[in-house]
């Protein structure tokens, strides 16, 4: 009885230990971000879903201090779902009301990653579950997939250059199911013949949608002014 319950301790312990360590590599990645105040970022954004037909546009990005985010698309609608776009890495990290598990490692383009799932501990949160691959050696967030109550699952891989010292990468690929998607006003379904008979539900059921932004300049803690997020 008395090596089972030692063993027992043992398990729980080293869980115990292992998750602790993987608190401190989040606590870590969160350090590096916390050094931006603010943001404002240029870049190109490519939408690619099936029904939609959308040109490459230029966009603008805002970012503050703790979640404040917003995007805008020069001369046209942004087709990003609906409440996915202020997932991010910063304003994933604006909390500390969640607990961090283990979940082994994986390759991301190339690179290995520490694979980590955050469970937030305030029950309103509308995140129910963020799994992110870490890259362990440069603190950087190579995957991040999150779970939300609202607008689904949604997917970003990100890819590193000039300004990973910030933790802030050159390019975002976004994807997500289009069965979560709330079409923006002014957007007209563009389907095959043989889907014309179908609802907008079954329509969107199996479809998938990717935006891609690839950045070309960010200004960093030089101020942003909340009017931008109104």
């Known amino acids: 009885m008395r090596k089972v319950l030692l063993f027992l301790f043992t398990f729980h312990f080293s869980l115990f230990t292992y998750s602790q360590d993987m608190t401190a590599l989040v606590m870590k990645v969160k350090a590096k971000l916390d050094l931006i105040s603010d943001y404002e970022a240029e870049g190109r954004m490519k939408t690619d879903v099936a029904f939609i037909k959308a040109p490459i546009g230029k966009v603008r990005v805002y970012y503050k201090k703790p979640n404040q985010f917003r995007l805008k698309k020069d001369g046209g609608i942004s087709l990003l779902p609906k409440g996915g776009v202020s997932v991010n890495m910063n304003t994933v990290f604006a909390t500390t009301d969640f607990v961090s598990l283990a979940s082994g490692e994986a390759v991301v383009d190339?690179?290995?990653?520490?694979?980590?799932?955050?469970?937030?501990?305030?029950?309103?949160?509308?995140?129910?579950?963020?799994?992110?691959?870490?890259?362990e050696a440069n603190l950087l967030v190579k995957k991040m997939v999150t779970t939300t109550r609202e607008n689904g699952t949604y997917e970003i891989e990100m890819t590193y250059g000039k300004?990973?010292?910030?933790?802030l990468p050159d390019k975002v690929v976004f994807a997500f199911n289009t069965k979560d998607y709330k079409l923006p006003r002014g957007i007209t379904?563009?389907?095959?013949?043989?889907?014309?008979q179908l609802t907008d539900a079954e329509k969107l059921k199996n479809k998938k949608g990717r935006v891609e932004i690839r950045y070309t300049n960010?200004?960093?803690?030089k101020g942003v002014s909340d009017s931008v997020f109104n």
């Open 110 to 135: 190339g690179i290995k990653t520490r694979v980590v799932k955050l469970l937030p501990t305030n029950e309103t949160s509308d995140i129910v579950l963020t799994t992110m691959y870490i890259d």
């Open 163 to 167: 300004f990973a010292r910030y933790a």
């Open 218 to 221: 960010y200004l960093i803690n």
């Open 189 to 196: 379904l563009e389907f095959d013949d043989n889907e014309k």
